[in-house]
């Protein structure tokens, strides 16, 4: 989902901060009709195993700059200097993708629109028959937004849904061998980073607490989607 963009590039412009774009989950996204992964001086988008297409691992680090990519590339590639042997001035690293996953990655590329199509559907299939249930609400676009729905998530208030959490509909599902997950737990709250300073207020910790990540593959069927709502609405 496209976040504010137009507010946290005015900011980034304002007070010279480089925006660096993470649009891991955001392939086939636009925000006012452009691209997400193109807004950033760098931007990056990941083909892990979970997303729209993906080469099993790894991602791709965009950039209108051709110098910054050209560091990339050099870091990427073990800082490896230009002479006939091995040579290092800087510490380098091995993150080239294999010309294999890189292949893959490209096939896919040819059907992002299709994918787009089927989790868009995966959504509004899911929204259709869910909607009215007390407590249970989807996230909708943003004016100007353009969602590639990639994962379609619910978020379950107990106090209007009759006690029905989002923990409960996870076991229930679970039971049903579907699998379910709780939207991401904000960072300020991993215990790796208890330490660490924090500023804002608790809207992350109100999603992680009543968030559910629904099945939203782009091979499901309506057979299988209709089963996991039937699931939710039993439960409910």
Request: proline share 4%; net charge neutral; glycine share 10%.
């Amino acid at each position: 989902m496209p976040c504010k963009l137009d507010e946290i590039l005015y900011l980034c412009e304002k007070y010279e901060v480089p925006f660096i774009e993470d649009a891991a989950e955001a392939l086939g996204s636009t925000y006012r009709g452009k691209k997400l992964g193109s807004f950033g001086e760098m931007s990056v988008i990941s083909f892990n195993g979970n997303k729209i297409i993906t080469t099993s691992g790894g991602g791709a680090l965009l950039s209108s700059k051709e110098n910054l990519i050209t560091k990339a590339k050099f870091l990427a590639s073990q800082a490896r200097e230009d002479a006939v042997h091995y040579e290092h001035a800087e510490t380098g690293y091995n993150y080239r993708m294999s010309n294999i996953s890189a292949g893959i990655g490209r096939g896919q590329l040819e059907v992002i629109e299709e994918r787009v199509n089927q989790r868009r559907a995966n959504y509004y299939f899911y929204e259709e028959r869910l909607k009215n249930l007390p407590g249970l609400t989807f996230q909708e676009e943003t004016p100007n937004s353009f969602s590639n729905r990639w994962l379609t998530a619910i978020l379950i208030d107990p106090t209007l849904s009759g006690g029905t959490t989002r923990g409960s509909i996870r076991k229930h599902l679970l039971e049903e061998n579907i699998e379910s997950r709780p939207v991401w737990k904000p960072m300020h709250l991993q215990p790796v980073f208890k330490d660490a300073a924090y500023f804002g207020g608790n809207v992350a910790e109100g999603i992680f607490e009543k968030g559910l990540c629904l099945p939203s593959g782009s091979g499901l069927t309506s057979n299988e989607i209709e089963r996991i709502i039937h699931m939710i609405r039993i439960n409910h």
